[in-house]
Structures are given as structure tokens and as C-alpha cells.
């Protein structure tokens, strides 16, 4: 599994964009890069996953560069209920085998009023 | 939006009784898999499971744990005699077979204190 990197913490107003970087320099040819949510006593939840270039869908933005070394993260204009502990994963996706998802420390976001 | 269903939300138990921690994955998933989350700590993966049997687990998974899924739906983790180094948050996850746009779906957690 690709070794992930990610700030441990970050602070943001109310309204604002956060872009969250996360570095993955030996990313393999079949790994995927996935963003999971943890609000406080719950579990992870899904937010997005891609390959390559950008991914958008109702909840956030992911951009992937063309090495696919690093991918960030975009939160449009976060409101308080954002802050949470935002994790990095890259791997295989579900159909390639059944690699279980391996959690680092993750991104501790604090928005603030 | 389907759910996982952990039982029970909060669990406190003497050191060295035994715990069942129960979990309804998705009804379409066949990939289960238990994680544990000490208090202020990452996420941990402890076992996955598929066809009946366990297909990977860590070495935190040691002789003391196990895992069962009895009928068609249910899901579950036993640890034996328990210590107090197992309470933490225990989450229930699971995935479907093919590659999936929602990655895995976790539960809510069984929060285990052991006193």
C-alpha cells in the first residue's frame, strides 16, 4: 500500500475553501486515491475517490495531477458541521482484490465561526 | 441511503468477560471488515472477511478475537477475555463485490469500555 502524507492539522473560517494536500510519491499504476470523513464517535464515511485529473460530486472536489504524486482535497465554502478528521487513502479499488483500507493519522479540520 | 447497524452503541464490561459485538452490513455487500479506534488514536484495521471465512487480519487479531457471521445478516466480533486495553470505538464496515463509486460503508460503532 502506497505510503500516504497529510498536514496533521488545519484551521479555517466559516465560508472559506479549504484545499487539503495529501502525498503519495509511490502511488502504483492500479491504486486509486479515496478521501474518507470522521466526525467525532462515528465512523469513517466516504467522501470521494479518483484516478486521475478531477473528480466532483456534491460534496467536494478532488484534483490529481498527472504523476499522481500528491492529490488535494477541495471543500467549497465549509460551514462549521465540516470540521472533522479528513483521511488519505490510496489502493487497489474493491474489484482487484480485497484489500482492506489501511488509516494514517489523517487531517484534523477545525472551522471556525 | 442503506446502513451498517452496530449493537450495542455502548458496551461496559468487567476485565476478562467476554464481549459479542454485533453488525448488520449492507444486504448486498460480501466483503465485512472490523476496524477499532482507540480514544485519540487512527483508525485500526483488525479483520476482513469474505465467503465465510477471514480473508486478511492484523496482528492485533490475536487468539483472544473472532469473528462469525451466524446467519445471512449478521456480522459478528467476539473477544474472549477481554483487557482493559480493548475498550475503544469498534466500527463495522463493509463493501460490495465489484468496484464501487462509495467505497466502503462503516456503522456507527460499539464504543467498549473495559473496566
Known amino acids: 500500500l502506497a505510503k500516504t502524507t497529510q498536514p496533521i492539522s488545519m484551521d479555517s473560517y466559516e465560508g472559506q475553501e479549504v484545499n487539503i494536500t495529501c502525498s503519495h510519491n509511490n502511488i502504483a499504476t492500479n491504486d486509486y486515491i479515496t478521501w474518507y470523513q470522521q466526525f467525532p464517535s462515528q465512523g469513517p464515511r466516504f467522501i470521494i475517490q479518483g484516478y486521475k485529473t478531477k473528480v466532483t460530486n456534491e460534496v467536494a472536489s478532488l484534483f490529481i495531477p498527472a504523476d499522481r504524486k500528491s492529490s488535494t482535497l477541495s471543500l467549497p465554502r465549509v460551514s462549521l458541521s465540516d470540521t472533522a478528521v479528513y483521511y488519505c487513502?490510496?489502493?487497489?479499488?474493491?474489484?482487484?482484490?480485497?484489500?482492506?483500507?489501511?488509516f494514517g493519522k489523517g487531517t484534523r479540520l477545525s472551522v471556525i465561526a | 441511503e442503506p446502513e451498517v447497524t452496530q449493537t450495542p452503541s455502548h458496551q461496559v464490561t468487567q476485565m476478562g468477560q467476554e464481549v459479542i459485538l454485533r453488525c448488520v452490513p449492507i444486504?448486498?455487500?460480501?466483503?465485512f471488515y472490523w476496524y477499532r479506534q482507540i480514544l485519540g488514536q487512527k483508525v485500526e484495521f483488525l479483520v476482513s472477511?469474505?465467503?465465510?471465512?477471514?480473508?486478511?487480519k492484523s496482528e492485533i487479531f490475536d487468539d483472544q478475537f473472532s469473528v462469525e457471521r451466524p446467519d445471512g445478516s449478521n456480522f459478528t466480533l467476539k473477544i474472549r477475555s477481554t483487557k482493559l486495553e480493548d475498550s475503544a470505538m469498534y466500527f463495522c464496515?463493509?463493501?460490495?463485490?465489484?468496484?464501487?463509486?462509495?467505497?466502503?460503508?462503516f456503522g456507527s460503532g460499539t464504543r467498549l469500555t473495559v473496566v
Open positions: 487513502l490510496v489502493g487497489e479499488t474493491l474489484n482487484s482484490g480485497n484489500t482492506p483500507l489501511v
Open positions: 444486504s448486498n455487500h460480501l466483503y
Open positions: 472477511f469474505y465467503n465465510n471465512e477471514i480473508s486478511e
Open positions: 464496515a463493509s463493501s460490495g463485490p465489484t468496484r464501487s463509486n462509495y467505497g466502503y460503508t
